[in-house]
């Protein structure tokens, strides 16, 4: 399977414990977007990456949360001090970064925080 | 303030009909519209995209259509089958997606098709 890749694919912890997710993105893809989704909404844009840059980061994207693309291949997300409000899809997607070209996302990461 | 809006909820329709899915959006430096299909516990799959230039893109059952005086696009399934039912997301990007980097997604719209 040659598709973006996300793992896990279900985390449940403790308010207040850090937890970090990993996307693979689709093999010569040189941008990486994170979004999020919660129940009833659209994915929201949280940052992408164009290779190993991180060019945009969303308000959403608050300072317990960090991302980091650091050879330009996989990416980590991670959130500090986890809060209930932090429980959520969270996708991976990726593409070519050329004008017209598609994203594709992952199948996604679901964090539960009780 | 949402910029990409999917106004129906949800929409039922009887397999073998057409089912139309609406969108509509407020930023006019949009120029690049795509939808997606998203199952329970998935991830959104790519369907079909249509650039500003273009008042339509057609691929198999899919067809998108573009009103960009009315910033209105709708994606038309025909014929529609149990296994097009799925929330379908519309998303918005600008530059055609080339220097901006994030899609603006719509809320969705959950589409039942009855055998």
């Known amino acids: 399977d040659t598709g973006v890749s996300q793992d896990p694919r279900h985390k449940i912890t403790k308010r207040g414990q850090n937890v970090t997710f990993r996307c693979d993105p689709i093999?010569?893809?040189?941008?990486l977007y994170w979004y999020r989704q919660t129940l009833g909404q659209g994915p929201e844009f949280l940052t992408y990456?164009?290779?190993?840059?991180?060019?945009?980061k969303s308000r959403l994207l608050s300072d317990r949360f960090s991302a980091e693309r650091p050879k330009g291949s996989f990416s980590t997300l991670e959130i500090q001090r986890t809060e209930q409000g932090d429980s959520a899809m969270y996708l991976c997607a990726s593409s070519f970064g050329i004008s017209g070209n598609t994203i594709y996302f992952g199948e996604g990461s679901w964090l539960t925080v009780v | 303030d949402q910029q990409v809006k999917q106004n129906s909820p949800s929409l039922s329709v009887q397999e073998g009909r057409i089912s139309i899915l609406n969108c509509d959006y407020t930023?006019?430096?949009?120029?690049?519209f795509l939808w997606y299909k998203k199952y329970p516990a998935e991830g959104p799959t790519f369907l079909i995209s249509i650039s500003s230039i273009k008042d339509k893109n057609e691929d198999g059952r899919f067809t998108v259509f573009l009103n960009k005086s009315a910033k209105h696009l709708s994606l038309h399934i025909v014929p529609s089958q149990p296994g097009d039912s799925a929330v379908y997301f519309c998303a918005a990007s600008t530059d055609y997606g080339g220097s901006q980097g994030n899609l603006i997604f719509g809320k969705g719209t959950k589409l039942s098709v009855k055998p």
């Open positions: 093999s010569e893809h040189n941008r």
């Open positions: 930023n006019s430096m949009f120029d690049y």
């Open positions: 990456f164009q290779n190993e840059a991180q060019l945009e």
